[in-house]
């Protein structure tokens, strides 16, 4: 097929080298092999389309250094896509004799050290430019976008540039055409600048997230009429919620915000805004849900960690992603809430002061992945209607005060038993990932954060800290995806389930403070990926496990345990003994010691041995005159300097 121009084989699982005979496929102008696994030398190959105009070439397992000078006589190149790869773009020098329309360098080793293609100074038709992922550094290149003015697409995201951001201020530069222009994960500082919005005016997507922005939110944001995506995350922004972005940003969906130092309060933009995607965690913003909230249809809202307080509307329409964690809101949570939404993913109500029962409604949302309860005044017994969420992963009811016992009916739930599709997990993609939404988790001990593409990975059962009764159920050992049990805290009785042996990729396993007795299932050692292990404050016996992961517990894990022994593998030494305990007066008398016969046998042997020196001394001359001699020394050495100073 000499005369094939397109070729497109993006989005495969495809493995190998390239065949030497796709060389002979001259007449290319369009090829795509991204996203696949292929491997080998791609530079020959390249080398010899003269006609290429596209050529992508990102995200495989291609090996070597990528040479940019190889596309020096590529004068038809006008969009280039490489990704994962090492590119040198400086050395040998080379004249670049195309203009790229569409250029994305990601995720590369770029330059060594990181510094912006020089060739790219002179670019000036790019519409496209993607540059994220390269740790580049220095100050934020605004030659770039003088240079090219039709620039739509601007993505400059996990790098490494510093300083201020710098834009034009007269008003003969504008970017009329730009549409996304996306900064965030950098090291930029200051105040954003206040033309921001008079230099893109028809921008649809911003992100300045994750640098170290400060100062206000510039009003000018508000002139941009066609903005849909506002990210302004993680940065030191102060002030109130501002009202002058929402005068003209009628077209505004998705508002992120969080982790900054705004107060105030949201009723503004609950007024005026009719959004999908609302986060504004870990700030100082107060108020409550009222019913204007009511009138959107969020896909995502994220007020954790302010100081909302009041109940909840049973009008709310349920976002698939709902966390309220860490505020103040109070009163039951509603039935008719619970039940708006059937495509529900996380709900996370944690540290808050709900009281009464779970709604029924709740165990009708299937979808339900992450159902986060922890640290409210929830009551009454777990129903079994709860193993209706079949899809669950994290099931946190811990610090509550649930009572009854354990459903056995948990055995139905997925926790972890599923798989993830491996473009989730195992490939990038290019731009940002703006529908992230971001969960907090207590996980081996630790309080960690985890985006939602990877805590769909995680699995936790935690039902610590409640008033639960009876024995463990055996069907738990059923959950092989579990990689968190926690349930420490609570009054389970009866025996640790051998069935805990099935739980093969358990990684933390706390069950104390309760009153299990028996001894430690010897069967338990086959759980290799242990890491956290905690029996303490039980009523165990027997000798604990000392093979496998058990080797690194130490005494912790096991204390209050009065006939429980335990062994460390490290230093091969026993449980240690109890300190020695100090005795009263009055049980000086009932010791094991006789002081007074230790007294006079000690005075004894004083005697006797003052007594045998003397002997020995007068009867043998030799040693009177070495005893003294070594005497006349000892007195010469110590107190040598005061007798010198008494004869004179």
Known sequence: M??????????????????????NLTSLRYVDFTFNFLSGNVTPFIAQLRSIEHLGIAFNRFEGIFQFNILANHSKLKELLIGNMKVETENPPWVASFQLEVLQICDCELNLPTKIPTFLSNQSRLRILDLSGNNLVGKFPSLLLMNNPNLQEVYLFHNSFTGPLELPFDQNHRMDQTKVFSISNNKLLGNLPYNVGFFFPRLETLDVSN????????????????????????????????DHILNRCFSLQTL???????????????????????????????????????????????????????????????????????????????????????????????????????????????????????????????????????????LDLSKNNFSGSIPACFSNMSFGNVTTPFYITDRAKFGPRPDLAVMQLITKNLYLSYRSDRFQLLSELDLSCNELTGEIPHQLGDLHGLHS?????????????????????????????????????????????????????????GKALDKGQFCTFDGSSYKGNPYLTWTNCKSDSSKPPPLPTLLHDDEEEDSEIDFNAFYWSFATFYVMALAALVTLLWMNPHWRRVWFYFAQ??????????LHGLQF
């Open 256 to 394: 992120m915000m969080d982790n900054n130092q705004l107060n105030g309060t949201l009723l503004s933009a609950i007024r005026k805004l009719r959004l999908t995607g609302l986060t504004a965690s870990r700030n100082n913003i107060e108020g409550a849900i009222t019913d204007e909230w009511c009138q959107h249809e969020l896909f995502m809202l994220d007020i954790s960690h302010n100081k909302f307080s009041g109940s909840l509307p049973s009008c709310f329409k349920m976002p698939a992603y709902l966390f309220l964690q860490g505020n103040n809101f109070t009163g039951m949570i509603p039935e008719l809430f619970m039940s708006n939404r059937s495509k529900a993913t996380a709900i996370d109500f944690s540290e808050n002061k709900f009281t009464g029962t779970i709604p029924d409604s709740v165990y009708k949302l299937w979808s339900l992945k992450f159902l986060l309860l922890a640290g409210n005044h929830l009551q009454g017994q777990i129903s079994s209607q709860i193993c209706q969420l079949k899809l669950i992963n994290i």
């Open 633 to 642: 020394v000892c007195l010469q050495k110590c107190f040598g300097q005061f």
């Open 2 to 23: 000499k005369q094939l121009q397109m070729l497109d084989l993006s989005l495969n699982n495809l493995r190998g080298t390239l065949d030497t005979c796709l060389g």
């Open 211 to 242: 640098n170290k922005f400060d100062g206000p939110i510039p009003a000018s944001i508000g002139e941009m009429s066609s903005l849909v995506e506002l990210f302004l995350g993680s940065n030191n922004f102060s002030g109130n919620v501002p």
């Open 485 to 541: 049990l926690n349930l420490s805290h609570n009054h389970l009785s009866g025996l640790i389930p051998e069935s805990f042996q099935k739980l093969e990729n358990i990684e933390s396993l706390d069950i104390s403070y309760n009153n299990l007795s028996g001894q430690i299932p010897f069967q338990l050692q086959d759980l290799h990926y242990l890491a956290v292990f905690n029996v303490s404050y039980n009523n165990l016996s």
